[in-house]
């Protein structure tokens, strides 16, 4: 019976965010220890390789602003914006820092599964 519930648990995450798998190919610029990043066309997929230990994500490689991103577990809209470092910071640290996408007010995954980020971009 444990093991039905956890197999039914997969399928039902699988059918969630299956578009992140169909037809995508795997983005060196965005993945990381903790990031799975994929893309196809305008679109890029984050998956979670743990659980996130906070309510959000900072992604440093992209400082384009998406036009929308959405949890694919659960189809909801996420909150994002670009951050910028402070002008006195490369006069404080010696280094110059981009901005930074981050990925705000993201709802723990309750079933244990990867969370799946949609990024969706303009097109060039």
Known sequence: PAAKVIVKACGKWYQAVKEAYDGT????????ADIAAFRRGNTVYLHTRK???ATGLAI?????L???????NT???????????PEDYKWTF???KPPVL???????EENGMPLVLRLDFDGE
């Open 102 to 108: 981050h990925l705000r007010h993201i709802p723990p």
């Open 94 to 96: 010696g280094e110059s």
């Open 51 to 53: 659980p996130l230990i």
């Open 66 to 72: 998406p036009t929308k991103v959405t949890l694919l």
């Open 75 to 85: 189809r909801q809209p996420v909150n994002f914006c670009i951050e910028t470092y």
């Open 25 to 32: 190919t795997a983005y060196s610029e965005w993945t990381t």
């Open 60 to 64: 440093p490689a992209c400082t384009q």
